[in-house]
Nanobody
Framework: QVQLVESGGGLVQPGGSLRVSCAAS????????MKWFRQIQGKERELVAR???????FYTGSVKGRFTVFRDNDNNTVYLQMNSLEPEDTAVYYC?????????WGQGTQVTVSS
Protein backbone atom coordinates (compact mmCIF):
# COMPACT_ATOMS: atom_id res chain seq x y z
CA GLN A 1 0.00 0.00 0.00
CA VAL A 2 1.35 3.39 -1.03
CA GLN A 3 1.28 5.76 1.91
CA LEU A 4 3.03 8.45 3.92
CA VAL A 5 3.16 8.30 7.71
CA GLU A 6 4.20 11.26 9.86
CA SER A 7 5.55 10.94 13.37
CA GLY A 8 7.49 12.88 15.97
CA GLY A 9 5.02 15.55 16.95
CA GLY A 10 4.42 16.55 20.54
CA LEU A 11 4.42 19.30 23.10
CA VAL A 12 7.44 21.59 23.30
CA GLN A 13 8.16 24.83 25.10
CA PRO A 14 8.72 28.08 23.18
CA GLY A 15 12.30 28.24 21.98
CA GLY A 16 12.57 24.47 21.90
CA SER A 17 13.20 22.05 19.06
CA LEU A 18 11.38 19.13 17.52
CA ARG A 19 11.96 16.88 14.54
CA VAL A 20 9.05 15.38 12.65
CA SER A 21 9.42 12.52 10.21
CA CYS A 22 7.58 11.37 7.12
CA ALA A 23 8.11 7.73 6.21
CA ALA A 24 7.05 6.46 2.81
CA SER A 25 5.92 2.91 2.20
CA UNK A 26 4.89 1.09 -0.94
CA UNK A 27 7.12 3.25 -3.12
CA UNK A 28 10.57 4.83 -3.12
CA UNK A 29 10.49 8.57 -2.50
CA UNK A 30 13.96 8.92 -4.00
CA UNK A 31 12.60 10.34 -7.25
CA UNK A 32 9.94 12.55 -5.72
CA UNK A 33 9.93 16.09 -4.46
CA MET A 34 8.42 16.23 -0.99
CA LYS A 35 6.56 18.97 0.84
CA TRP A 36 5.69 19.79 4.42
CA PHE A 37 2.43 21.61 5.11
CA ARG A 38 0.82 22.67 8.35
CA GLN A 39 -2.72 23.45 9.30
CA ILE A 40 -3.65 25.66 12.20
CA GLN A 41 -7.10 24.95 13.53
CA GLY A 42 -9.68 26.96 11.62
CA LYS A 43 -7.25 28.02 8.90
CA GLU A 44 -6.24 26.72 5.50
CA ARG A 45 -3.36 24.33 5.11
CA GLU A 46 -0.16 26.19 4.25
CA LEU A 47 3.11 25.14 2.66
CA VAL A 48 5.99 25.22 5.13
CA ALA A 49 8.90 23.72 3.21
CA ARG A 50 9.71 21.55 0.27
CA UNK A 51 12.69 19.54 -0.94
CA UNK A 52 13.28 18.43 -4.50
CA UNK A 53 14.48 15.00 -5.52
CA UNK A 54 17.91 16.58 -5.99
CA UNK A 55 17.95 18.14 -2.54
CA UNK A 56 17.03 21.74 -3.37
CA UNK A 57 14.96 23.36 -0.65
CA PHE A 58 12.39 26.12 -0.18
CA TYR A 59 10.97 27.60 3.02
CA THR A 60 8.08 29.91 3.66
CA GLY A 61 9.18 33.20 5.16
CA SER A 62 7.95 32.65 8.70
CA VAL A 63 10.10 29.54 9.20
CA LYS A 64 13.19 30.48 7.21
CA GLY A 65 16.29 30.18 9.34
CA ARG A 66 14.47 28.11 11.97
CA PHE A 67 13.30 25.01 10.07
CA THR A 68 15.34 22.62 7.96
CA VAL A 69 13.93 20.00 5.61
CA PHE A 70 16.14 17.07 4.64
CA ARG A 71 15.77 13.60 3.26
CA ASP A 72 17.25 10.17 3.84
CA ASN A 73 16.51 8.25 0.68
CA ASP A 74 18.09 5.06 1.99
CA ASN A 75 15.55 5.03 4.82
CA ASN A 76 12.74 6.33 2.58
CA THR A 77 12.08 9.18 4.99
CA VAL A 78 11.89 12.96 4.89
CA TYR A 79 12.38 15.09 7.99
CA LEU A 80 11.53 18.56 9.19
CA GLN A 81 13.84 19.85 11.90
CA MET A 82 12.18 22.71 13.76
CA ASN A 83 14.22 24.98 16.02
CA SER A 84 13.38 28.13 17.96
CA LEU A 85 9.76 27.09 17.98
CA GLU A 86 7.09 29.68 18.65
CA PRO A 87 3.50 29.32 19.81
CA GLU A 88 2.47 30.37 16.29
CA ASP A 89 4.03 27.14 14.97
CA THR A 90 1.35 25.13 16.75
CA ALA A 91 -0.40 23.11 14.05
CA VAL A 92 -0.90 19.69 12.54
CA TYR A 93 2.03 19.00 10.22
CA TYR A 94 1.52 16.96 7.04
CA CYS A 95 3.86 15.66 4.39
CA UNK A 96 2.81 15.50 0.78
CA UNK A 97 3.91 14.48 -2.67
CA UNK A 98 2.24 14.28 -6.04
CA UNK A 99 2.18 10.60 -6.93
CA UNK A 100 1.30 9.99 -10.57
CA UNK A 101 -2.40 10.86 -10.86
CA UNK A 102 -3.04 11.83 -7.23
CA UNK A 103 -1.73 13.67 -4.22
CA UNK A 104 -0.41 11.61 -1.35
CA TRP A 105 -0.94 12.93 2.17
CA GLY A 106 -0.06 11.49 5.51
CA GLN A 107 -2.41 11.52 8.48
CA GLY A 108 -0.58 14.42 10.12
CA THR A 109 1.24 14.87 13.40
CA GLN A 110 0.30 17.46 16.02
CA VAL A 111 2.93 19.95 17.14
CA THR A 112 2.04 22.12 20.12
CA VAL A 113 4.31 24.92 21.30
CA SER A 114 3.31 26.10 24.73
CA SER A 115 4.73 26.82 28.15
Amino acid sequence: QVQLVESGGGLVQPGGSLRVSCAASGFSLRSFGMKWFRQIQGKERELVARISSGGGTFYTGSVKGRFTVFRDNDNNTVYLQMNSLEPEDTAVYYCNTPYFDRELWGQGTQVTVSS
